[in-house]
C-alpha cells in the first residue's frame, strides 16, 4: 500500500501576487518600430485638422490610425492581410457605435452594446492570434464612440474619416518592407536560436530548466509560423529554415551542440546582411521536404478555435457591462472608461487577469498624476494638444513591453487628453472619474472573471496530453522501422514538437485558473520527458547534428 499522500480534489487557492505584477521586464527587440509607426499615423491626419480648424473630428482619424499598432511581429505578406482585417474589424465595431449612438441616448443601453462588441473583440483577435494590443484598443475606439452624440446622417462622413486614417495606418504598417523585406522572419529565427541556446546552457543536468524549455520550444514554433507566412523567396526561406531546424536539434539534444554557434547564426541574422549557412548539405534534404509538407497543410479553420474561448467571451461580456452599469450607478459620465477597463483584464486564465487586474490599476493612477501636470501644457492650444497625444502615444508603445502598468503610464493621459479633442474640460473632474471608473472596472470585472469559472480547462489538459502521447508512439514506431521513410520521420519529429507546445500552452493556462480540481502535473512532466527523449533519438537517427565548430560563413542569399 502506497504511503504517499493522496492528491486532493480540489487545489487550495493560491496567494494573490502583488510585485510580481509589477516586476519590470526587458523591452523588446523592436519596441521602436510600434512607437514610431503610431506616431507617424496619427500626426498626418490630427494636425490636418488642427490646420482645418476640425480637431473635434480627430477622434474618428485617432480610430484609424491606431491601427498601426498591430501586426509588427508578422512577416509582411501576412501582415497585408492582417492589418487590413484590422482596420475593416475596427471600422465594424466602430461603425455599430456610431449607429447606436445615434439612435438612442440611453446610456444603459450603450453600456450594454459595447459589452456585447468587447466581448466580440476579445473572441476574434484571440482566435485569430492577432497579438498585442489585441481587443484593448478596438474595444476603447467602439466604446468611446458610443457615448459621442451622433446623427444618421453624420456616421457616413465620419466612418469615411475613420477609413482613411486606417488605410493610412496600412501604409505605415508596410512601409518597411521596402527597406527589410524579410525583417520579420530574420528575427523570429533569431530568436529561436537565442532561446535554444539559452536553453543548452542550462541543460547541463537532467532536462535543464523547464523555463527555459518550454519558452526556446515557443520561440521555435514561432519561428516556423513566421517562414510558413513570410516571404515568398524560396533561397530565403530555406536558408532560414535550416537555422530554424539547428535550434530544433538543440532543444532534442542539447548536449550535442554548442551554444557559442546558435548565438552566432542569431547575431549574423541582425541588419541586411547574408543569412548564415549551417555548414550541414544534410539540412537541405530530408528534414526541409518535411517543413514543406507541413507547410502544405491547411491551417485549422477559425470557428474550430472558438469553442475554448467561450469562457473568457462570457467573462468579458459580463465583466464589462456590469462595470458600466456599476459606473452609472455612481453616477459616473463616462461609463466606457469603467468597460474599458474591465475588458483590458481579461487574459489567458485567472492568475494573468489578476495580474492585469494589478498593472491597469496602477498604471492608471500614477497616469492620472502624469496627466494633472501636463494639462496646462496641453492647453495652450490646439497644436500643443496633439503634440502631446503624440508623446504620450510614443511614451505608451515604447514602455509597455517592459510591463502593461508602465505603459498605463502614458496611455491614461492620452485617453484624457482625446477626450478634449472637441473642447476644454477640467482637469480635477477628468481625473476623478477615471480614478473612479478605474477602480470600479477594475473590481467589478475581476469579481466577474471569479464568477465564471473555465471548467473545461482540466479537460483541454488530458486531450493534450492525449495528443503528446500520440504523436511521441507514432515517432517510436518509424524509429523501430529501420526502412521508415526520412520524410516520414521528420513529419513524426515536427508533429511531437507541436504537441509539446500546445500541451504546455494548456498546462499553464489551466494552472492559471482558481479553485479547478489538480491538474496532473505529474503527468505532464512525464510526458515531456519522454517526448524529448523521443525527440532527441529522432534527431541522432535523422543525423541533424551540426559540426561542433563555430564557423559563421554565410549563404549568398540577401533580405
Keep these: 500500500m502506497s504511503s504517499a499522500s493522496p ?11 502583488v510585485a510580481g505584477a509589477l516586476r519590470l521586464g526587458r523591452p523588446s527587440d523592436i519596441w521602436f518600430k510600434p512607437a514610431l509607426s503610431v506616431v507617424v499615423a496619427v500626426a498626418p491626419p490630427s494636425l490636418l485638422l488642427v490646420a482645418l480648424g476640425r480637431l473635434d473630428l480627430a477622434v474618428y482619424t485617432m480610430a484609424g ?27 465594424g465595431g466602430l461603425a455599430v457605435a456610431l449607429v447606436a449612438a445615434s439612435l438612442t441616448g440611453n446610456a444603459a443601453v450603450l453600456v450594454t452594446v459595447g459589452a456585447v462588441l468587447a466581448a466580440v473583440q476579445k473572441v476574434l483577435c484571440d482566435a485569430t492570434r492577432i497579438g498585442p494590443p489585441a481587443h484593448v484598443v478596438l474595444t476603447f475606439v467602439s466604446s468611446a464612440s458610443l457615448f459621442v452624440p451622433q446623427t444618421l446622417g453624420q456616421v457616413p462622413g465620419h466612418l469615411a474619416l475613420a477609413a482613411a486614417a486606417g488605410v493610412w495606418a496600412w501604409l505605415v504598417g508596410m512601409a518597411p518592407a521596402l527597406v527589410r523585406p524579410h525583417g520579420p522572419e530574420r528575427r523570429a529565427t533569431a530568436h529561436a536560436l537565442n532561446a535554444a541556446a539559452a536553453y543548452a546552457e542550462t541543460a547541463g543536468a537532467g532536462d535543464g530548466h523547464p523555463g527555459a524549455r518550454a519558452a526556446a520550444y515557443a520561440a521555435v514554433q514561432a519561428a516556423w509560423q513566421s517562414l510558413s507566412a513570410g516571404t515568398r523567396s524560396a533561397a530565403t526561406r530555406r536558408a532560414l529554415e535550416r537555422l530554424v531546424v539547428r535550434a530544433e536539434v538543440a532543444l532534442a539534444a542539447p548536449a550535442d551542440v554548442d551554444p557559442a554557434r546558435l548565438r552566432a547564426w542569431a547575431r549574423a541574422l541582425r541588419g541586411t546582411g547574408r543569412v548564415p549557412h549551417t555548414d550541414d548539405p544534410r539540412t537541405d534534404a530530408d528534414e526541409l521536404l518535411g517543413v514543406a509538407a507541413e507547410r502544405a497543410t491547411a491551417p485549422r479553420p477559425l470557428w474550430s478555435r472558438l469553442g475554448p474561448l467561450t469562457p473568457i467571451a462570457v467573462r468579458t461580456g459580463l465583466g464589462c457591462a456590469l462595470a458600466g452599469h456599476a459606473s452609472l450607478a455612481l453616477g459616473i459620465g463616462r461609463p466606457y472608461w469603467a468597460l474599458v477597463t474591465a475588458a483590458s483584464l481579461y487574459q489567458a486564465n485567472l492568475t494573468l487577469t489578476w495580474n492585469r487586474a494589478v498593472q491597469r490599476v496602477v498604471g492608471n493612477l500614477v497616469g492620472v498624476l502624469l496627466f494633472a501636470a501636463v494639462a496646462p501644457i496641453a492647453h495652450l492650444g490646439p497644436l500643443a494638444l496633439v503634440l502631446c497625444c503624440l508623446a504620450f502615444n510614443f511614451g505608451a508603445e515604447a514602455l509597455i513591453g517592459r510591463n502593461y502598468w508602465l505603459g498605463s503610464v502614458c496611455v491614461t493621459p492620452l485617453a484624457l487628453l482625446v477626450t478634449e479633442f472637441a473642447g476644454r474640460q477640467h482637469p480635477g473632474d477628468l481625473v476623478t472619474e477615471r480614478v473612479v471608473d478605474t477602480l470600479v472596472g477594475a473590481l467589478v470585472g475581476f469579481a466577474a472573471a471569479v464568477a465564471v469559472t473555465n471548467r473545461r480547462a482540466g479537460d483541454r489538459v488530458e486531450r493534450a496530453l492525449t495528443a503528446v502521447d500520440r504523436a511521441r508512439e507514432g515517432a517510436a514506431r518509424l524509429l523501430a522501422d529501420p526502412q521508415a521513410a526520412p520524410t516520414a520521420l521528420e513529419g513524426a519529429r515536427r508533429g511531437l514538437v507541436t504537441a509539446l507546445v500546445d500541451l504546455r500552452a494548456t498546462a499553464d493556462a489551466a494552472a492559471g485558473e482558481w479553485w479547478q480540481r489538480a491538474l496532473p502535473q505529474e503527468r505532464v512532466v512525464l510526458a515531456e520527458q519522454a517526448a524529448h527523449r523521443t525527440l532527441a533519438a529522432t534527431v541522432r537517427r535523422q543525423g541533424l547534428f551540426a559540426d561542433p565548430g563555430t564557423s559563421t560563413h554565410t549563404e549568398d542569399v540577401r533580405p
Design 7 to 17: 492528491t486532493p480534489a480540489v487545489p487550495p487557492a493560491r496567494r494573490l501576487p
Design 65 to 91: 490610425s491606431l491601427c498601426a499598432l498591430y501586426t509588427h511581429n508578422r512577416p509582411y505578406a501576412a501582415r497585408a492581410r492582417a492589418l487590413a482585417g484590422v482596420v475593416l474589424g475596427m471600422l
